[in-house]
Structure formats: C-alpha cells, structure tokens
C-alpha cells in the first residue's frame, strides 16, 4: 500500500539554523499538509498546499515557515531561523484533491526536530 | 474557531472487552466531518472511522463503531473485542466542509493501553 515518507526521522540543530525537512506524499494526491505536535499537546495544523500555492495556513505559519514542492515527487517545509519553541514532530500528509472530508489525509512518520 | 476536547488523557481495557473514548467539539457550522485517528508506538497516524455531520446512522468499520450525538456535540469512539494491537493514542478530530478549508482540527488524544 502507498505511503508518505518522511526525511530525516530525527533532526538535531542548533537554534537560529535553517533546517528542511521533505516528505514525499503518496504519488497520485494532490493536497498536501504540515502539521506538528509539540510533545504533550495537540497536533496542530500549520499548512496545506495545493496546486503549487499555499490553500490555508495557520497562525503558527509565520514569515519563517516556507514550503515548496521542488519536483514533482518531494514536499519540503523550511523552517529559516529556528527556535528553542521549533522543537516538535513534523507529519506531513497527502490526500486526493475533491470535496473536503471526502478523501482521507494520509499521515508521514513525522519527523523529530531537536532545536538546542 | 473549532475545538475538540478529549476529556480522557488515558484509558485502559481488558484484551477482549469493549472501551470506549469520549470526544466532544465546538462548532457553529451545521455540516462537518467527524474523524478518528489511531497513532500506534510507531507514531504514523492512520484513520479509523470517519463520520459525516449530515448522516444520522453511526458509522461502523469492523469492530470500532461511533456514538454520534449532533445536538450534544458528541462523538464517542466504540471499540469492541479489543486486542493488543488497538493499543495506541487516539485522536478525535474535525473538519469543515469547505472546499477551501481542508485542515484537520485535532484533540489532545487518549492514550489507550490493552491489558492481557
């Protein structure tokens, strides 16, 4: 069965550090999405993507987030100066395009981002 | 805004028994959908049931079923015969149903253990 994966599983940095992390959503989806869970508390939503621009964002989303869909298999979310309160799990997930609710999200991994 | 509460932090149920997780949400829109998700050690989330606000029949897969209550903003997940491998954190979430309005809205997740 398709997957999304995740790169790398764990990331280590020191803050004020760029830092990227990609996904690769499942091939034939069409949005795409980043959410992160600070340890201990929700899973939050910060963004999602369609056909090559951002669709919603939330206010967590700020001028240091920036995703982008370099080619047509990867997902990316930048993260350009990093904070001690950066420090999370990342999921990224991919569903169909079409009405909302209608087609699963299908969640990553996640990737653990260590910010010191 | 939209908000989902899960009240329980964490749950545990005999192997075989049946349990039972509580959600309840905030919304003043009179259409949405209702998902719950199953995060395993292994941390990917995966969908377990999904409801849709206008059906009034309680969704049903296999041995996990639903309690949708509209008028009490309620919406229990019911597991039935539980096993070792239901042991994970669950997440209730919601979901408008705009098209451009895809993010999940998540609760804080009720940590479920299975005894043997």
């Known amino acids: 069965e398709p997957e999304v994966t995740q790169t790398p599983s764990h990331q280590v940095t020191q803050m004020g550090q760029e830092v990227i992390l990609r996904c690769v959503p499942i091939?034939?989806?069409?949005?795409f999405y980043w959410y992160r869970q600070i340890l201990g508390q929700k899973v939050e939503f910060l963004v999602s993507?369609?056909?090559?621009?951002?669709?919603?964002k939330s206010e967590i989303f700020d001028d240091q987030f920036s995703v982008e869909r370099p080619d047509g298999s990867n997902f990316t979310l930048k993260i350009r100066s990093t904070k001690l309160e950066d420090s999370a799990m990342y999921f990224c997930?991919?569903?169909?395009?079409?009405?909302?609710?209608?087609?699963?999200?299908?969640f990553g991994p996640g990737t653990r981002l260590t910010v010191t | 805004a939209q908000t989902v509460t899960q009240s329980q932090p964490e749950m545990s149920v005999q192997e075989a028994e049946t349990v039972t997780l509580s959600c309840t949400y905030d919304?003043?829109?009179?259409?949405?959908?209702l998902f719950w998700y199953k995060q395993p050690p292994s941390r990917q989330m995966i969908l377990v049931i999904r409801?849709?606000?206008?059906?009034?029949q309680n969704a049903t897969e296999n041995r996990f079923s639903v309690n949708f209550q509209k008028a009490a903003k309620s919406f229990s997940l019911k597991i039935s015969d539980s096993q070792l491998g239901d042991a994970a954190m669950y997440f209730c979430?919601?979901?408008?149903?705009?098209?451009?309005?895809?993010?999940?809205?998540f609760g804080q997740g009720t940590r479920l253990t299975i005894n043997p």
């Open positions: 919304t003043s829109e009179s259409d949405y959908y």
């Open positions: 997930a991919s569903s169909l395009w079409g009405l909302a609710g209608l087609y699963e999200q299908y």
């Open positions: 979430a919601y979901r408008s149903p705009f098209q451009g309005a895809q993010k999940l809205v």
């Open positions: 409801q849709e606000a206008y059906k009034q």
């Open positions: 091939s034939n989806h069409l949005y």
């Open positions: 993507f369609y056909n090559n621009e951002i669709s919603e």
